[in-house]
T-cell receptor
Framework: DVKVTQSSRYLVKRTGEKVFLECVQD?????MFWYRQDPGLGLRLIYF???????EKGDIPEGYSVSREKKERFSLILESASTNQTSMYLC????????????????FGQGTRLTVV | GEDVEQSLFLSVREGDSSVINCTYT??????LYWYKQEPGAGLQLLTY?????DMKQDQRLTVLLNKKDKHLSLRIADTQTGDSAIYFC?????????????FGAGTQVVVTP
């Protein structure tokens, strides 16, 4: 069974703390993504990576950074957590497609609900 | 980015059919997806349709695609209480998108007995 695993289901952090969210996939996928999910806003892309050590900004990168040192692991970093970063964070991975197929089905982790107090 | 729009809420009686609608704006979209999210969980792929198809059926699920109007729908036949969830439609904008999916805001489906 394919798997994307996020290190924590629930986290509570204080304002100003540095926060690390970890994600590991076992499908040898090249692409990995971090989204945040807020009610009524759906999923918004924070950052994505299409290869080791490569990263690209998504739609809402401010206040976040990422790290991809190994193909299977993609970390999201909140440099100085703020209350407006309280949210559900979802990690996903996918193949880039190819061979005439652009089916880029994404596989998701179970999510990390982060509360910043 | 391109917008994907869905209604936010749908209430349906157990045993009835549910229809969830979605509109998208990127005419170069190649694949369109329906994901389901149960409470407290991540997203799970339900089904997808390639842009050169009009319809796809998979057991109780029927996906209809009107490419001219950029309209996608998901019909769930004989809706059950276990179908209560948030449903997201998503588009894959094509080969230059690096596999990024553009999601709608999600439709909360509540199934009542």
């Amino acid at each position: 069974d394919v798997k994307v695993t996020q290190s924590s289901r629930y986290l509570v952090k204080r304002t100003g703390e540095k926060v690390f969210l970890e994600c590991v996939q076992d499908m040898d996928h090249e692409n990995m993504f971090w989204y945040r999910q807020d009610p009524g806003l759906g999923l918004r892309l924070i950052y994505f990576s299409y290869d080791v050590k490569m990263k690209e900004k998504g739609d809402i990168p401010e206040g976040y950074s990422v790290s991809r040192e190994k193909k299977e692991r993609f970390s999201l970093i909140l440099e100085s957590a703020s209350t407006n970063q309280t949210s559900m964070y979802l990690c996903a991975s996918s193949d880039p497609g190819g061979g005439g197929s652009w089916n880029t089905e994404a596989f998701f982790g179970q999510g990390t609900r982060l509360t910043v107090v | 980015g391109e917008d994907v729009e869905q209604s936010l809420f749908l209430s349906v009686r157990e045993g009835d059919s549910s229809v969830i609608n979605c509109t998208y704006t990127d005419s170069s979209s190649t694949y369109l997806y329906w994901y389901k999210q149960e409470p407290g969980a991540g997203l799970q792929l339900l089904t997808y349709i390639f842009s050169n198809m009009d319809m796809k059926q998979d057991q109780r699920l029927t996906v209809l695609l009107n490419k001219k109007d950029k309209h996608l729908s998901l019909r769930i036949a004989d809706t059950q209480t276990g179908d209560s969830a948030i449903y997201f439609c998503a588009e894959s904008p094509g080969p230059d998108s690096w596999g990024k999916l553009q999601f709608g805001a999600g439709t909360q489906v509540v199934v009542t007995p």
